[in-house]
């Protein structure tokens, strides 16, 4: 079974930036979106910023100026660039595949920490 495998979390501290990789282990059919959500202590999971095929890109409000989502279509691979990075920003973030015809396939969660 194919799956998405997430690195660059960490801890960092306020105004810092970490960028997030992720890419699949095997093809994976169907991809129409990539994208990365996150979830914040006693919070729901949310979109954070997603790419499609032809490049489009979608961010929550929260992260517009500060993060950007890009991918690597041939390596199956999605990235997240996080600059100025607050506390706010605390959460495990989640890897993400868009498959209408497939289903969606989900990442493992890696951790990132903003603090001081």
């Known amino acids: 079974q194919v799956q998405l495998v997430e690195s660059g979390g960490g801890l960092v501290q306020p105004g810092g930036s970490l960028r997030l990789s992720c890419a699949a282990s095997?093809?994976?059919?169907?991809?129409?979106?990539m994208g990365w959500y996150r979830q914040a202590p006693g919070k729901q999971r949310e979109l954070v910023g997603i790419?499609?095929?032809?490049?489009?890109?979608n961010y929550a409000e929260s992260v517009k100026g500060r993060f950007t989502v890009s991918r690597d279509n041939a390596k199956t691979a999605v990235y997240l660039q996080m600059n100025s990075l607050t506390p706010e920003d605390t959460a495990v973030y989640y890897c993400?595949?868009?498959?209408?015809?497939?289903?969606?396939?989900w990442g493992q969660g890696t951790l990132v920490t903003v603090s001081s």
């Open positions: 790419i499609t095929n032809s490049g489009s890109t």
């Open positions: 993400n595949t868009k498959r209408p015809l497939f289903g969606e396939i």
């Open positions: 095997g093809s994976i059919p169907g991809i129409v979106a």
